[in-house]
């Protein structure tokens, strides 16, 4: 005989099966969030000043960054400006100051303003970008080929044409590099954090570089709404095929952290060992998520309920509430829809707008 089971002890355990799954999701989210604050979870994004040069207030960006490096340093040096005599005349006005031209501009800058700065290297700093994006790498094609490009620029501020060329060049050579570097994540069994990190922030950086390209063209161009047009078609067929590449390099990285990320409990040996029964019911409400890739891990994260969790669904959960990774992928969509605003952006620098007021008359 069967028994008979009514539909209010249906919809019952169907109410416990939910909360169950958002009380495991609660659980998640806080181990997710233990993870960013520890730094157990890599930054492998795009670098704050490329961020920053890559929209369309790429020109206001640049003055509120030289506004506010100039206006510290002449608080703590009255006068700091006229000290620089002629070294910022190179900077009275410089066309085409947006994107890759304001990333220039900047570093020319804090490099000029560097070599009076006796308070050490600020971590922040536009120069500093290469060195926070690939750290100690050794050998990098696709470093040397950004820091050149961005040197070559640097001297060619007010040459657009030499500017051009050197864009032409070099996007061509970071291209191959990145090729190279997806391929050997994707089919040479060479995923890593860093190796993921070096192709996102190279796969921006070859954007700007097309944009910045196309910019120079199009101001030149007789044809500019044809020209324009051109560009933009040209630009979206690599937007495209990067952002076709982040998705397969992404599920490659989530396959790659599956094997590096595992969830524990504090001190496992008291647990088994069973030294002291309160400790170990302590300890079993204790989570820690481990790294192995970068050895770190974070501290312990509290569970109320003793909810059973694996490390696999973590890594779930972590690529598909990753805050990080959700802007990775707004970056390129949001390059997508702004193409034709980027390529037109004609902004010129202009250093007395970014002169502290009471240094102006001296400069």
Same mark, same amino acid.
């Given at each position: 005989?069967?028994?008979?089971?009514?539909?209010?002890?249906?919809?019952?355990?169907?109410?416990?099966?939910?909360?169950?799954?958002?009380?495991?999701?609660?659980?998640?989210?806080?181990?997710?969030?233990?993870?960013?604050?520890?730094?157990?979870?890599?930054?492998?994004?795009?670098?704050?000043?490329?961020?920053?040069?890559?929209?369309?207030?790429?020109?206001?960006?640049?003055?509120?960054?030289?506004?506010?490096?100039?206006?510290? *340093?002449?608080?703590?040096?009255?006068?700091?400006? %006229?000290? $620089?005599?002629?070294?910022? =005349?190179?900077? !009275?006005? /410089?066309? +085409?100051?947006?994107?890759?031209?304001?990333?220039?501009?900047?570093?020319?800058?804090?490099?000029?303003?560097?070599?009076?700065?006796?308070?050490?290297?600020?971590?922040?700093?536009?120069?500093?970008?290469?060195?926070?994006?690939?750290?100690?790498?050794?050998?990098?094609?696709?470093?040397?080929?950004?820091?050149?490009?961005?040197?070559?620029?640097?001297?060619?501020?007010?040459?657009?044409?030499?500017?051009?060329?050197?864009?032409?060049?070099?996007?061509?050579?970071?291209?191959?590099?990145?090729?190279?570097?997806?391929?050997?994540?994707?089919?040479?069994?060479?995923?890593?954090?860093?190796?993921?990190?070096?192709?996102?922030?190279?796969?921006?950086?070859?954007?700007?570089?097309?944009?910045?390209?196309?910019?120079? *063209?199009?101001?030149?161009?007789?044809?500019?709404? %044809?020209? $324009?047009?051109?560009?933009? =078609?040209?630009? !979206?067929? /690599?937007? +495209?095929?990067?952002?076709?590449?982040?998705?397969?390099?992404?599920?490659?990285?989530?396959?790659?952290?599956?094997?590096?990320?595992?969830?524990?409990?504090?001190?496992?040996?008291?647990?088994?060992?069973?030294?002291?029964?309160?400790?170990?019911?302590?300890?079993?409400?204790?989570?820690?998520?481990?790294?192995?890739?970068?050895?770190?891990?974070?501290?312990?994260?509290?569970?109320?309920?003793?909810?059973?969790?694996?490390?696999?669904?973590?890594?779930?959960?972590?690529?598909?509430?990753?805050?990080?990774?959700?802007?990775?992928?707004?970056?390129?969509?949001?390059?997508?829809?702004?193409?034709?605003?980027?390529?037109?952006?004609?902004?010129?620098?202009?250093?007395?707008?970014?002169?502290?007021?009471?240094?102006?008359?001296?400069?």
């Amino acid at each position: 005989m069967f028994a008979v089971v009514s539909y209010g002890a249906f919809t019952a355990v169907g109410s416990i099966i939910a909360q169950i799954r958002s009380a495991r999701e609660a659980l998640y989210g806080r181990l997710l969030s233990g993870a960013e604050s520890s730094d157990v979870i890599t930054d492998v994004g795009i670098d704050a000043s490329l961020l920053k040069h890559s929209g369309k207030k790429s020109a206001a960006e640049l003055e509120n960054s030289i506004i506010q490096v100039l206006k510290d *340093k002449c608080r703590k040096i009255p006068g700091y400006v %006229e000290r $620089l005599g002629t070294a910022l =005349a190179a900077f !009275e006005t /410089v066309p +085409n100051a947006v994107g890759l031209g304001a990333v220039a501009v900047c570093i020319g800058l804090e490099l000029i303003i560097g070599d009076q700065d006796e308070d050490g290297e600020s971590k922040d700093r536009t120069m500093d970008m290469m060195r926070r994006v690939f750290a100690e790498e050794k050998a990098s094609g696709a470093r040397d080929s950004m820091d050149e490009y961005l040197k070559r620029l640097g001297m060619y501020l007010h040459q657009p044409t030499r500017a051009l060329e050197e864009t032409g060049r070099l996007e061509k050579q970071l291209s191959e590099q990145l090729t190279r570097l997806k391929n050997s994540m994707l089919h040479d069994d060479q995923m890593s954090s860093r190796s993921l990190k070096h192709w996102t922030n190279g796969a921006a950086f070859h954007l700007q570089m097309l944009i910045h390209a196309a910019r120079l *063209k199009t101001q030149s161009s007789t044809e500019h709404q %044809e020209e $324009l047009q051109v560009h933009v =078609a040209s630009i !979206e067929s /690599v937007l +495209n095929l990067y952002q076709f590449d982040l998705e397969e390099l992404l599920k490659q990285y989530k396959t790659y952290k599956t094997s590096t990320i595992s969830l524990s409990h504090p001190d496992p040996w008291l647990v088994v060992a069973s030294i002291s029964p309160p400790v170990s019911l302590i300890l079993q409400h204790l989570w820690i998520v481990k790294d192995k890739e970068l050895n770190r891990e974070t501290g312990s994260i509290y569970d109320p309920l003793l909810m059973t969790i694996n490390s696999d669904y973590f890594v779930d959960y972590m690529f598909e509430n990753w805050a990080l990774l959700k802007n990775l992928k707004s970056y390129f969509s949001n390059l997508k829809e702004n193409l034709e605003a980027l390529i037109l952006q004609n902004d010129e620098f202009n250093l007395q707008k970014v002169l502290p007021v009471s240094d102006e008359q001296g400069a």
